[in-house]
């Protein structure tokens, strides 16, 4: 699994990181059972801060993506679903962008449910 992270740009670093992982998941790069690489080394390795990598693989768990225990790591779960993956990330994508415009949330959600 290859991760890049950019420095300038206006997406945060942990969600980069996040969003990174996702993919290689959806892509069956990264399969369940698979550990992902220590917050330290991956940390490490793109230049970062560990706690940067922590809030990605946090925010993982919290979406039930992976399992994150002390001594073990962070593991991926089983019965991931790629094809959610891929729209959770789409999602995201689009309502950063939308937000940059200068959408409201209410403008976001009327805009997808004028486009369905």
Do not use: C, W
Request: hydrophobic share 45%; no cysteine; net charge positive.
């Amino acid at each position: 699994m290859l991760v890049k992270v950019d420095g300038a740009s206006p997406v945060p670093l942990s969600e980069q990181i996040a969003a990174q992982i996702r993919a290689a998941i959806a892509r069956a790069e990264v399969r369940a059972g698979e550990r992902l690489p220590p917050a330290r080394e991956l940390g490490q390795a793109l230049g970062v801060n560990m706690h940067t990598v922590l809030r990605a693989y946090s925010a993982l768990r919290d979406e039930g993506v992976i399992d994150l225990r002390r001594g073990r790591g962070a593991v991926v779960r089983d019965g991931v679903d790629g094809a959610r993956l891929r729209l959770h990330d789409l999602a995201r994508r689009f309502t950063l962008e939308a937000t940059r415009q200068g959408l409201t949330d209410d403008d976001i959600v009327d805009l997808l449910r004028r486009t369905r």
